[in-house]
């Protein structure tokens, strides 16, 4: 099987479920139960018009996205690792403790 193929049957396997036509269909047919059939289709229409953008938005866009979202969560690392380390200062007592001595010293020694 061609390398291509491979991808579009995986892509259909992956979305099938996702998107899940049969539960979809009965539920569009039960909420257009009182559209007629030209206001049908253009909900149909409508509906495909804003999946499909969607999906290219997602397609084009989705790495950059991504690339935020990944420094954003690198950032709120950082300072989360930044605020436990505070907290570990603040309330260790040998460090504490070195402070307090280090800075009775400074005073002895001005």
């Known amino acids: 099987m061609s390398?291509?193929?491979t991808s579009i049957l995986?892509?259909?396997a992956g979305l099938f479920p996702i998107v899940n036509p049969f539960s979809t269909a009965a539920l569009f047919l039960a909420i257009t139960a009182n559209l007629t059939g030209a206001?049908?289709?253009r909900q149909v229409l409508l509906a495909c018009c804003f999946a499909t953008g969607v999906l290219l938005v997602c397609l084009f866009g989705g790495s950059l996205l991504l690339a935020i979202a990944v420094g954003f969560l690198l950032v709120c690392?950082?300072?989360?690792?930044?605020?436990?380390a505070v907290i570990?200062?603040?309330t260790d007592p040998r460090i504490l403790g070195a402070?307090?001595?280090?800075l009775h010293q400074r005073t002895l020694g001005e």
């Open 3 to 5: 390398e291509w193929l």
């Open 10 to 12: 995986a892509t259909f």
């Open 39 to 41: 206001e049908r289709k």
């Open 77 to 84: 690392i950082g300072v989360q690792f930044v605020g436990i």
């Open 88 to 90: 570990e200062v603040a």
């Open 99 to 102: 402070i307090a001595d280090a």
